[in-house]
């Protein structure tokens, strides 16, 4: 387990170096405090607030409920729970959609939200937004491959560049956004040898959230990987623990104990010294007298 009081917070340049250190960096989108204090305890590079806690925290069916304001207060959550931790902020769905927009809403995740940097979706079609974002100063990545966003266009959650010409299209993306000035992009859902070819042409570093070993780094959601989130399973993640699992045997445990009278028992119980409480019975007698 990291010593989180004495760990120093990942830079931009480190991200940038990574892809010429060989250094594979760990992301882990996180939602909260709690979770937030988990990811950097264990030693994650960056702790992403990303939309999909729309589905995770709030039981949304997808990302695109999710609110500028929501994300500013799970990311302030993150940002308290670990400020030692390098925090990126996702952009939600239509808060970057013209230029004006997006400096706007990015300038909340940094002032407000205490992020150290953003991440809207898109290549190409979005390149003059992301230009936009880094020429203001607004440390910029982006996402490309499976975009929530627009997700309804792909007609649902499936894996993107399985043809030579969809693949050909993620790779102009992810030069838009290396010409962008981005300094990080994220693949998902992208078949492995594409992403590791596309990521071996690139300046900045990739990282992957169900394409392959072949990026720089990788991100799975915390809440998935620990299986609290369990309403399904993605392909591409791996669980590490089974948390709900442990927490529902915990909760069912707690029930039976109330029912049968056995919790809170002496060592769950705030004591009373005995004459404080001798006085009290003899104060409760005289007001019954009155």
């Given amino acids: 387990m990291a010593d989180s009081p004495d760990r120093k917070k990942r830079t931009i340049t480190e991200i940038r170096d990574s892809k010429t250190s060989g250094e594979k960096m760990v992301y882990m989108s996180v939602p909260d405090y709690t979770s937030a204090q988990w990811g950097e305890m264990a030693g994650i590079d960056v702790a992403v607030v990303g939309d999909s806690l729309a589905m995770i925290a709030h039981g949304h069916a997808n990302t695109i409920p999710a609110t500028m304001d929501m994300m500013v207060m799970h990311s302030q959550a993150v940002r308290r729970g670990a400020p030692n931790t390098f925090v990126l902020g996702c952009m939600p769905y239509q808060s970057y959609n013209t230029i004006d927009r997006a400096l706007v809403n990015a300038t909340r995740f940094m002032q407000d939200a205490g992020c150290d940097a953003v991440k809207p979706q898109g290549g190409k079609s979005q390149a003059h937004i992301l230009r936009a974002l880094v020429d203001s100063g607004v440390p910029t990545a982006s996402h490309i491959g499976l975009t929530p966003h627009t997700v309804a266009m792909f007609g649902g959650f499936k894996i993107?560049?399985?043809?030579?010409?969809?693949?050909?299209?993620?790779?102009?993306?992810?030069f838009a956004i290396q010409d962008a000035g981005c300094f990080m992009l994220e693949f998902e859902a992208v078949p492995g040898k594409i992403a590791q070819l596309i990521?071996?042409?690139?300046?900045?570093?990739?990282?992957?959230?169900?394409?392959?070993?072949?990026?720089?780094?990788?991100?799975?959601?915390?809440?998935?990987?620990?299986?609290?989130?369990?309403?399904?399973?993605?392909?591409?993640?791996?669980?590490?623990?089974?948390?709900?699992?442990?927490?529902?045997?915990?909760?069912?445990q707690y029930v039976k104990e109330v029912k049968e009278g056995r919790f809170?028992?002496?060592?769950?119980?705030?004591?009373?010294?005995?004459?404080v409480f001798d006085e009290f019975l003899t104060l409760v007698e005289k007001r019954k007298q009155i």
């Fill in 264 to 275: 809170p028992d002496n060592d769950h119980t705030y004591g009373v010294d005995d004459n």
């Fill in 199 to 252: 990521s071996e042409q690139l300046e900045i570093p990739t990282i992957g959230i169900g394409a392959g070993v072949g990026t720089d780094g990788q991100i799975l959601l915390g809440y998935d990987l620990l299986g609290v989130f369990t309403d399904f399973k993605p392909k591409f993640t791996k669980r590490y623990a089974k948390l709900t699992e442990v927490a529902v045997g915990g909760i069912e």
């Fill in 160 to 174: 993107q560049g399985r043809t030579a010409e969809a693949a050909m299209k993620i790779l102009e993306d992810a």
